[in-house]
């Protein structure tokens, strides 16, 4: 990948709407909001665009990632308030957007394998020092085939 996205799909410089799509019944207070690229988030000086900052009761989070061909691809998963039940609810929606999509999700560069252990549907890819780098996900019904 050339870090913009473009060669597999998706960009990272505009929004993303299936990723937008996913996360829709889970925004109560606000739709997600596109943080364009260079833009720093208030509540959290680490994170910027380009992703999706979402406000729902459990706090706010902030999500780097896109859906293209047949994956949901989720890079960076941040929240404000740990503990609060809002990174879950977000991984069950992704969950629940791939089944309904035919969409493998996969989560890349993961740094929190605690928090994505707690979800047995993840399958991990080890290195062979047993470290987890990534996690995958299969709906339970495949994409249809265009016809």
């Known amino acids: 990948m050339d870090g913009t996205g473009e060669d597999a799909g998706w960009s990272l410089g505009a929004p993303d709407i299936g990723l937008a799509a996913a996360l829709d019944g889970l925004c109560a207070i606000d739709p997600a909001r596109w943080v364009p ?13 380009p992703g999706w900052e979402i406000s729902a009761p459990g706090g706010r989070a902030f999500l780097q990632g896109g859906q293209y061909d047949d994956q949901i691809r989720l890079d960076l998963i941040v929240v404000e308030r740990k503990g609060h039940g809002l990174g879950t609810a977000i991984m069950e929606s992704l969950k629940s957007h791939a089944d309904e999509q035919g969409l493998e999700l ?11 252990a707690r979800f047995p549907w993840l399958d991990p890819e080890r290195t062979a020092e047993g470290y987890v780098m990534a996690c995958w996900y299969q709906p339970e019904r495949p994409r249809p085939m265009p016809s």
């Open 37 to 49: 690229p260079g833009e720093s988030l208030t509540w959290d000086g680490r994170c910027g665009g």
């Open 106 to 116: 996969s989560i890349c560069q993961v740094e929190n394998w605690p928090f994505f």
